[in-house]
């Protein structure tokens, strides 16, 4: 089965070159400096966990490599909105257009609407797009350890800190264990696997033994069953990122208070 991440991959290292030659780094930098300059304050994703009751992440994601499209015509600024206000912990936006029909215009367009931290959910391979995050009002960033070298990933971690962004590591299974280690804000165990994105919310349970205790660990992908968070928050996880379940629904927002309501 040919490896998707791979693909995802190759293609965000032009993509982002592209966007270098249309905003170099340069300028760029200089706008994110003078924003933080304007002591703009941001929202702590890792507190919030902590603080509420049912730890959903709730995303904003219209369509994946596997499935196509899910809900093509959602717009952010319908549902991320009605996301905060029926329950959301946080929100997750993915501003990957070509494979999952996102745009950093979407954290841009809700920043003002929501005062709940915002993740950027992309596939980070530069620090470039750490300044685009800041840049568009995200309070968080997801880096996945399958995309990055451990030193890689620290640096990574270390610029976003250095720009207020909390970092979500995304871990898949024991071969990244290491990566653990590392001073992100916040650790996710993915439950679909990035290269053949088969799901098996068993990697989270497996994986827990293997967790450092002082972070706050997130479950990520393939939760449908309120049941499934009572078991999981049972096993020490904080954070519960969903999005294509309540995608699928004609109201995401809705679908959102209902799943709360069963919680």
């Known amino acids: 089965m040919k490896d998707v991440l791979e693909e995802i991959v190759a293609w965000k290292r032009r993509e982002v070159e592209q966007q270098k030659y249309d905003l170099p780094a340069k300028e760029l930098y200089a706008i994110v400096e003078r924003m933080m300059l304007s002591g703009i304050e941001g929202h702590s994703m890792r507190q919030s966990l902590e603080a509420d009751a049912h730890g959903i992440i709730a995303e904003f994601k219209r369509r994946s490599p596997s499935k196509g499209w899910i809900h093509e015509e959602a717009l952010p600024q319908d549902v991320v ?36 931290p915002i993740m950027r959910k992309e596939f980070i391979i530069d620090e470039y797009q750490l300044f685009q995050a800041r840049r568009a009002g995200a309070d968080a960033v997801l880096l996945i350890a399958a995309d990055l070298s451990l030193s890689q990933c620290r640096a990574l971690i270390g610029v976003a800190h250095q720009l207020s962004l909390e970092v979500l590591l995304e871990l898949h299974d024991e071969a990244e264990q290491d990566y653990a280690e590392l001073d992100a804000d916040m650790i996710g165990v993915n439950n679909r ?71």
Do not use: C, Q
């Open 81 to 116: 909105p009605a996301y905060a206000s029926n329950g959301a912990a946080a929100l997750s936006i993915l501003t990957d257009e070509k494979f999952f029909g996102g745009s950093l215009a979407f954290i841009e367009r809700v920043r003002p609407l929501v005062a709940k």
């Open 193 to 263: 696997h990035l290269g053949t994105f088969v799901t098996d919310v068993g990697h989270s349970f497996d994986m827990a033994s293997r967790l450092p205790g002082e972070k706050l660990w997130v479950s990520e992908s393939g939760i449908s069953n309120p049941d499934t968070i009572r078991r999981l928050r049972r096993a020490g996880y904080r954070g519960f990122l969903m999005g294509e379940y309540f995608m699928r629904a004609a109201n995401p927002g809705l679908a959102l208070r209902e799943f709360v309501m069963e919680l």
